[in-house]
């Protein structure tokens, strides 16, 4: 499979914002969001076969692993890493666009579903049949933009009753959208939501990759 990057750091997004995890970035993503900002994933990377993963995975210790992108679906081999990794006792979790069906990734992998607001362009790819899909272990994600990105977020969340059913997030696009602007719509709305930070981007606001 090709990989874009392996490393140890603390995770910046979801409910285990802080704690420290081991990454595998996967290459490839089938969406071009507005605001991506690992644009580098989308073809950088080297062929390493499952062992080949497993043995960088090892020597950065035994903490949970985050399988990201890119969009780490499009790469079928990742049910064997997983079936591997979850073999050897991690504790797995995965990041997705929400654009791929879910079906198939195993029940004990902790999945982070992104739902696409419309200033990402890529709304009209979201895979509704996730929702029926998801585990209460898993969370879903909101990256907000503009005004018109929270109202679809709220809507969506509204409809389909998602915070009582999972963690749901709502994370401001970094630079973009001012995080106390969606904390005062969610307080204004009594929504049962987490403000998502990029923790990772004010820590190491100097680094693009790895982090």
């Given at each position: ?33 507005a ?20 043995g ?23 049910h ?18 929400g ?14 579903v992104?739902?696409?607001?419309p200033s990402s ?42 915070p009582?059913?999972?963690?749901v ?36 606001p ?6």
């Amino acid at each position: 499979m090709r990989i874009n990057e392996i490393f140890y750091s603390l995770q910046g997004e979801s409910s285990y914002e802080g704690y420290p995890f081991i990454f595998i970035r996967l290459t490839g993503c089938n969406l071009r969001c507005a605001y991506c900002d690992t644009a580098y994933a989308f073809y950088e990377g080297e062929e390493l076969g499952i062992e080949e993963v497993l043995g960088r995975v090892h020597a950065l210790g035994f903490h949970p692993v985050l399988i990201t992108g890119g969009e780490p679906l499009i790469q079928h081999q990742i049910h064997d890493l997983i079936k591997a990794l979850l073999g050897d006792g991690y504790n797995v979790f995965l990041e997705t666009g929400g654009s791929l069906s879910i079906t198939e990734v195993d029940p004990r992998v902790v999945k982070i579903v992104d739902i696409k607001c419309p200033s990402s362009g890529e709304s009209e790819r979201n895979c509704w049949e996730n929702l029926q899909k998801l585990a209460a272990t898993d969370e879903i994600k909101f990256v907000i933009g503009t005004v018109e990105d929270y109202e679809y977020a709220k809507s969506v969340c509204l409809k389909y009753g998602l915070p009582e059913r999972h963690t749901v997030l709502f994370s401001p696009v970094f630079g973009v959208m001012d995080a106390r602007q969606i904390a005062e719509w969610i307080l204004q709305d009594r929504l049962r939501v987490k403000l998502q930070i990029q923790l990772h981007k004010y820590l190491w606001p100097d680094k693009d990759r790895g982090y």
